[in-house]
């Protein structure tokens, strides 16, 4: 704990909070911040924790676990968004240690969590891509956009990504397995694969990787993370979330739909919760997208789901979706002629 902290009782920091976030957010989200909130102040009130000085990120990782028992994936990875705007804005008030926020990490959601329904459309990746190669070629909302919207990958998966596993004569990338260096794939061996690009994406991927205004460097085994912090470290896969959540905003590439201004939109800026925007999608539902659009593009179901890694029966009971009609129109062109 830095002793430049300033005691702040978990209660008045909550009620401190909602108070700098009432001017500038609708009356239903302050409500839901409230809301989620309270069961922070129960689990503080449980923990005997008098003084948000004391929170650590261990502490936090108990809070998590926690709160898990009792809500489903996508409802905690919601609170705990809260908790970590909370967070970011009592670090500014000297009340807890700067970058704790970064420590509150929500666990990956669960294959079919999210409805099959949010997904990335293929039009809206297409106008979103298009803007980042011409404005931000080979930034790394650029390549994090195309890696994922071309290959379909968890966000644990690119993660796990460093650079010498760019294979340029293959025009691929190779996930592996290594727990035992910080980095895990969701089936462990059995999720470890090539996956091919293409030239045209494989160049954005290399490109990235050699721009110069990308922070290089190593994490704390050695490895050279693809997709890197500031300080050129790996990030954690909230921030790989919050990255492609911002990058997928429309008023990143185009005009807001939503009548809003980014100085004034909750979604916008360093303490926002990315999620606000009505047109957010998140690194799953571009996997979703990703999925749907390579079966609608007669991918066979079988090269999908060993591209993706995902089984076969999970592939169609959550991942697909298509219409009854694309479904029927995908098996026609594959029947024998009359």
Not at 66 to 87: E, F, H, M, N, V
Not at 155 to 178: F, M, T
Not at 298 to 306: A, G, L
């Amino acid at each position: 704990m830095s002793d430049d902290l300033v005691p702040l009782a978990p209660e008045e920091g909550v009620d401190r909070f909602l108070q700098h976030r009432e001017p500038s957010v609708r009356e239903s989200t302050l409500q839901n911040g409230r809301t989620r909130l309270a069961h922070f102040l129960d689990w503080c009130d449980e923990q005997q924790i008098d003084n948000l000085n004391e929170l650590t990120g261990r502490q936090l990782a108990d809070f998590v676990a926690w709160r898990q028992t009792d809500i489903a994936p996508i409802t905690l990875q919601k609170q705990l968004s809260t908790i970590r705007q909370a967070c970011r804005w009592w670090a500014d008030i000297d009340a807890v240690d700067e970058g704790l926020a970064e420590k509150v990490h929500a666990p990956e959601l669960p294959d079919g969590a999210e409805s099959r329904d949010v997904h990335l459309d293929p039009e809206r990746a297409e106008r979103a891509l298009a803007y980042f190669g011409q404005y931000q070629y080979a930034s790394r909302d650029h390549a994090l956009l195309a890696l994922i919207w071309r290959t379909g990958m968890r966000r644990g998966a690119v993660r796990s990504l460093d650079v010498e596993d760019l294979s340029p004569d293959d025009h691929a990338v190779r996930l592996e397995h290594r727990i035992d260096e910080g980095t895990k794939l969701k089936n462990g061996e059995s999720g470890e694969r090539w996956v091919f690009l293409g030239p045209k994406w494989y160049q954005i991927i290399e490109d990235y990787a050699a721009n110069p205004n990308r922070t290089q460097g190593t994490d704390e085994y050695g490895r050279r993370p693809l997709f890197t912090k500031a300080d050129g470290g790996r990030p954690t896969a909230q921030s790989i979330y919050n990255w492609l959540m911002r990058a997928l905003h429309p008023c990143t590439y185009a005009s807001c739909p939503h009548d809003r201004t980014p100085e004034t939109c909750e979604a916008r800026g360093r303490n926002s919760n990315v999620a606000a925007c009505p047109s957010s999608r998140s690194p799953h539902a571009v996997r979703r997208g990703s999925i749907t659009y390579h079966l609608r593009e007669d991918t066979p179901p079988e090269t999908v789901s060993e591209r993706m890694d995902v089984s076969l029966e999970v592939l169609y009971q959550h991942y697909d979706a298509r219409t009854e009609r694309e479904k029927m129109d995908v098996r026609t062109d594959h029947l024998p002629d009359e």
